[in-house]
């Protein structure tokens, strides 16, 4: 079992910054990926960032440039830097783990963002 907790969302205006993090727990040494994904009112769920074991990074283009997923080895901790934020950043975000013994990930209960204009 893995168990994913985020904090660190809120209310920030357009163009400020929010960060992230998302504490694993369990057998978090055979966690294979680490990633946000954020869901905003009647739109389905998105990637936003994930970050391999290797540190290999992969961005949705809408956050490119504005956003910085980062892992922390010895706190088994994975951070998403958010700069420059937009009103249509608002969503959920969730914060996901892939493990290597089965075919679905493990989800945190997401924490809310909102950007206001």
């Known amino acids: 079992q893995v168990q994913l907790v985020e904090s660190g969302g809120g209310l920030v205006q357009a163009g400020g910054s929010l960060r992230l993090s998302c504490a694993a727990s369990g057998t978090i040494s055979r966690i294979t990926v680490m990633g946000w994904y954020r869901q905003a009112p009647g739109k389905q769920r998105e990637l936003v960032a994930s970050?391999?074991?290797?540190?290999?990074?992969n961005y949705a283009d809408s956050v490119k440039g504005r956003f910085t997923i980062s892992r922390d080895g010895t706190k088994n901790t994975v951070y998403l830097q958010m700069n420059s934020l937009k009103p249509e950043d608002t969503a959920v975000y969730y914060c996901?783990?892939?493990?290597?013994?089965?075919?679905?990930?493990?989800w945190g209960q997401g924490t809310q963002v909102t950007v206001s204009s």
């Open positions: 996901n783990a892939d493990v290597d013994w089965r075919s679905v990930p493990y």
């Open positions: 970050i391999t074991n290797g540190g290999r990074t």
